[in-house]
């Protein structure tokens, strides 16, 4: 599992491939207290390639 980024407690990572049928974009949160995972929506600004990320 590809690190992202460490802060603290927390650890911001993701699994290559996963789920079957694959899930949408997303990376995992962990923690002693536990995990959770951030799906990451794209959403476009204006009709060049430009591109903002959405966590929701």
Not at 39 to 56: D, G, K, M, N, Y
Request: glycine share 6%; aromatic share 12%; net charge positive.
């Amino acid at each position: 599992m590809p690190l992202i980024f460490s802060s603290g407690p927390y650890r911001l990572f993701f699994y290559l491939n996963e789920g079957d049928p694959r899930e949408p974009i997303h990376v995992h949160v962990r923690s002693s207290d536990g995990e959770a995972k951030i799906w990451v929506e794209p959403r476009f600004r204006s009709r060049r390639a430009s591109a903002s990320i959405h966590v929701s």
